[in-house]
Nanobody, 116 residues
Framework: QVQLVESGGGLVQPGGSLKLSCAAS????????MGWYRQAPGKQRELVAI???????NYADSVKGRFRISRDNAAMTVTLIMNSLKPEDTAVYYC??????????WGQGTQVTVSS
């Protein structure tokens, strides 16, 4: 019953920046955790960053110091600011939400391509 809509993907040069946004909608009691995962061609989906409803964030080692996740609990949105992008960051990025009582929801994904 939860829908997630992502925006902000695109093409950027190495060293550049992008901001991804995700908005949740539906009848939701509480979204406990929201975050971003990514999947590159030929690879399995991996965690990028997650953030709890208390604002506690966790990042994959590969993006620490470069990406920052934030959320607006009232608006049920989550944002990922990506700086110092590298070609290996190229992937489809998926928004994720863990909510009560619905459970886990996924967005459709947005393409991020880092290339010269």
């Amino acid at each position: 019953q939860v829908q997630l809509v992502e925006s902000g993907g695109g093409l950027v040069q190495p060293g550049g920046s992008l901001k991804l946004s995700c908005a949740a909608s539906g009848t939701i009691f509480n979204i406990q955790v929201m975050g971003w995962y990514r999947q590159a061609p030929g690879k399995q989906r991996e965690l990028v960053a997650i953030i709890s409803n208390r604002g506690i964030a966790n990042y994959a080692d590969s993006v620490k110091g470069r990406f920052r996740i934030s959320r607006d609990n009232a608006a049920m949105t989550v944002t990922l600011i990506m700086n110092s992008l590298k070609p290996e960051d190229t992937a489809v990025y998926y928004c994720n939400a863990d909510s009560a009582p619905v459970g886990t929801s996924w967005g459709q994904g947005t393409q991020v391509t880092v290339s010269s």
